[in-house]
Structures are given as structure tokens and as C-alpha cells.
């Protein structure tokens, strides 16, 4: 048997992504594979496909804004997700933690880390766009933060993550949460059901 490629390509600044974060082991264990994390960086990703973000897009429609909150309140309820808070400092810059993932693929501390920065930004309501509550929330999870922090700023790092952000749009990605089931792309956390049934069509 042979099963597909499965990538999640995701920016930290995104709460979809967390969403999908936080059910995505559920999604592995049903179908029996495992998913790729791609870190990307959402806002160079908005100015290669000309999009522009929920907030700003969204921001003379109240009924639409009021709509997507819904949605989010009937999505953490569905799964669960009680621990989810919206972050006071939204929108962040992300730069620095995305960086910071391509890192900690690098040293082999990348799940460990994900976890913590998703935790910080959309649960503990971090500042993640400050150098110093970064350093402080890697600590506490246990990770080498100065290795990562140094890390980070490697050119290669640096050019892996543009890379990913350039490749993304290539292949037709627009923003955050994106997965690609071989070929086939999705966008949304309101696509995890697709997304599942794809990776059952595509198990050989």
C-alpha cells in the first residue's frame, strides 16, 4: 500500500492554522498517514498572490466578520478546543518564530517547538513578535532557545523559508492553512473533511 503526500503549509500568525494544528493527530491516526509541515511566511505570501489578509479584507463587512467568528466559535466547540484565546497583540509579526521553525526542523526539536509557539500565541496570548517573550516561551518548553534564536538567522534558514513562501505560490497557495494531498490542493480548516477523504482516494 502505498500512501500520498500529505503537507500542511502553515504560518504561526494564522488561527485556522492553529485550528487545524490542534486536530490534525486526530486526521493522521484516522487515515494512517503522516502529515508534512511546511512553514511558510503568510505576509509574503499575501504580496506574491495579491491577497490580502481576513482582517484587512474584511474590514467594511460586519456581517462577514461577525460570520467568521461564528464559524470559529462552532469549529472549537466541535473539537473540543477549550484552551483557544484570542491573542491581544493580533495581527504579529511573524518573521522571527517563522524563521524559528525552519530552525528547529534543523536541529530536531521541530514538533516540540511548533507546539509551544502555537500554545503561547493562541492559548497563553503571547507577544510573539517580541524577541524576549520568544526566548522566555522556548525556555519554558525545555528547547536550546539560544541555538534556535542563533540558528534563525542563518542565510540558509533565511533563504529555506523564502523558498517555501515562493514554492507555495507556485503551486497556487494564496495563504494559510493550505494542504496539498499529492497534486490536490485545499485551503481552510473547513476543508479537513476533503482533505481526509483525498488522502483515502489516493491510498493505493
Not at 504560518?11 to 511546511?38: E, I, M, T, W
Not at 507546539?115 to 497563553?124: G, I, M, N, P, R
Not at 538567522?153 to 497557495?173: F, I
Request: include cysteine.
Amino acid at each position: 500500500m502505498t500512501t500520498p503526500t500529505v503537507q500542511f503549509l502553515f504560518d504561526f500568525g494564522s488561527p485556522n492554522a492553529y485550528f487545524c494544528h490542534k486536530v490534525l493527530p486526530a486526521l493522521q491516526a484516522r487515515a494512517g498517514v503522516k502529515v508534512d509541515y511546511v512553514p511558510i511566511l503568510l505576509g509574503g505570501l499575501f504580496k506574491l498572490s495579491n491577497n490580502r489578509s481576513p482582517v484587512e479584507s474584511t474590514a467594511d463587512i460586519p456581517n462577514k466578520r461577525a460570520y467568521d467568528m461564528l464559524e470559529i466559535q462552532r469549529f472549537v466547540k466541535q473539537h473540543g478546543l477549550n484552551q483557544y484565546s484570542f491573542n491581544p497583540f493580533f495581527p504579529i509579526n511573524t518573521l522571527a518564530i517563522m524563521r524559528g521553525a525552519v530552525a528547529a526542523q534543523r536541529l530536531g526539536c521541530f514538533e516540540t517547538y511548533v507546539d509551544a509557539v502555537y500554545a503561547a500565541l493562541w492559548e497563553q496570548g503571547k507577544n510573539m513578535g517580541d524577541p524576549a517573550v520568544i526566548q522566555a516561551v522556548l525556555q519554558a518548553a525545555g528547547l536550546d532557545a539560544q541555538a534556535l534564536l542563533e540558528k534563525s538567522v542563518d542565510p540558509e534558514v533565511k533563504a529555506q523559508l523564502l523558498t517555501n513562501t515562493q514554492q507555495a505560490h507556485d503551486r497556487g497557495a494564496f495563504g494559510s492553512p493550505t494542504f496539498f494531498v499529492g497534486p490536490e490542493m485545499f485551503f481552510g480548516k473547513d476543508r479537513l473533511t476533503a482533505v481526509e477523504q483525498e488522502i483515502r482516494r489516493q491510498v493505493r
